[in-house]
């Protein structure tokens, strides 16, 4: 699940969404921060969703998933200036 936040909707991204996507088994969530160039990584434990994994721009950091083998997106594409 990918979810991109706008500033009307952090709140129901970061909160409640996340709650419902736990409640249905969604093994992996990630939350896109355009405004600080951010993606926040979630996977889904017994107990729910556990701390992100933060990839950061500014850290050349490149996103990928145990749930999509073969993909990889640096993150100077997905937040290219």
């Given at each position: 699940?990918?979810?991109?936040?706008?500033?009307?909707?952090?709140?129901?991204?970061?909160?409640?969404?996340r709650?419902r996507?736990?409640?249905?088994?969604?093994?992996?969530?990630?939350?896109?921060?355009?405004?600080?160039?951010?993606?926040?990584?979630?996977?889904?434990?017994?107990?729910?969703?556990?701390?992100?994994?933060?990839?950061?721009?500014?850290?050349?950091?490149?996103?990928?998933?145990?749930?999509l083998?073969?993909?990889?997106?640096?993150?100077?594409?997905?937040?290219?200036?």
């Amino acid at each position: 699940m990918i979810e991109i936040l706008s500033c009307d909707s952090r709140k129901l991204e970061e909160i409640y969404k996340r709650e419902r996507y736990a409640q249905f088994g969604v093994k992996e969530y990630w939350i896109v921060d355009p405004d600080i160039d951010i993606v926040k990584v979630f996977a889904l434990t017994e107990r729910g969703y556990g701390q992100p994994h933060e990839l950061r721009l500014e850290q050349g950091d490149v996103l990928t998933s145990p749930h999509l083998p073969g993909f990889s997106l640096p993150l100077t594409i997905l937040f290219k200036q």
